[in-house]
């Protein structure tokens, strides 16, 4: 076995803890000492090089595919959520799926999530954008840094608890198969403007309290794109409420009725 991690806190034991199990190899990028006020750089580690400047976006072009480019990408991304079975929460009847994209369920294949990133960044306003937003629960996590490759923006992914600093912003978040639970975003600056993207726009529950972690922020929402969406729950319904000004971009739609998924349209979100 192998642990990859980009950094590691060499006075806290982990190391230690991991390389009792058998055949584990450890591997950090960084090492450091987490003491006092300011963590210090290991002294027996070789010297970490300064990062490197990130990239300015003066006179940047972002991707756009043509229609027959995105509709091949498009019919891929509908495939991974489309005849999948529904397995129905047993407390709340809630119908859901396990999907690649949001449980693994077959493992992820990354040119899958190239190809979903590539028509994100082709139908939503990224240019409009300072930062990206999403959650680092599930599929947003890996969609969300394959669209910042191509966009060259920045992004922050909200943690569901609470983090350790006051820079943060939270709310509460009633989603549909798990129930209520708190959300936090940190990283943002008044004035930022914003676009989240997220694996599944589902009850909504999620997204909505992202964008109130943005609001509260003092960041500006200048749109939200979504890998599919589930028309039958409702989600954009319950945005359209309370964010009116949002705009919402799904790549795929799908209903959660009976015993497995099936193919949906946009129409079928304003049913």
């Known amino acids: 076995y192998q642990r990859r991690v980009h950094g590691e806190a060499c006075n806290l034991g982990g190391r230690q803890m991991l390389e009792k199990i058998p055949n584990m190899s450890v591997h950090s990028l960084v090492l450091f000492h987490a003491t006092g006020t300011h963590t210090t750089a290991d ?50 009847g809630y119908p859901y799926s396990n999907f ?39 599929g947003g996590g890996p969609l969300t840094h394959a669209c910042a490759m191509r966009t060259n923006q920045p992004y922050c992914l909200a943690n569901w608890y609470a983090p350790n600093t006051e820079l943060s912003s939270g709310a509460k978040a009633n989603v549909g198969y798990s129930g209520e639970g708190n959300i936090y975003v940190s990283g943002l600056s008044p004035g930022m403007k914003v676009i989240v993207v997220d694996d599944m726009l589902s009850s909504g529950g999620t997204a909505e309290a992202l964008f109130q972690c943005i609001q509260q922020a003092g960041g500006i ?26 705009p919402l971009i799904s790549l795929c739609y799908f209903s959660s009725v009976g015993t497995e998924t099936i193919e949906a349209s946009h129409k079928d979100t304003l049913i």
């Open 43 to 92: 002294p027996t580690a070789p010297p970490t090089p300064p990062p490197s400047p990130h990239p300015s976006r003066q006179g940047f072009s972002f991707p756009t595919l043509t229609a027959s480019e995105l509709q091949p990408k498009l019919e891929r991304v509908k495939k991974a959520f489309v005849g999948v079975p529904i397995q129905p929460n047993p407390k709340s």
């Open 221 to 246: 929402l200048v749109g939200a794109v979504f890998a599919s969406e589930k028309v039958n729950t409702k989600g954009r319904a319950r945005l359209a409420k309370s964010f009116p000004n949002v």
């Open 100 to 138: 690649t994209l949001t449980d693994f369920v077959p493992m992820l294949l990354p040119d899958l999530v190239e190809d979903m990133a590539d028509c994100c960044v082709s139908m939503a306003p990224f240019a409009n954008a300072d930062i990206i937003v999403s959650e680092s629960d599930r």
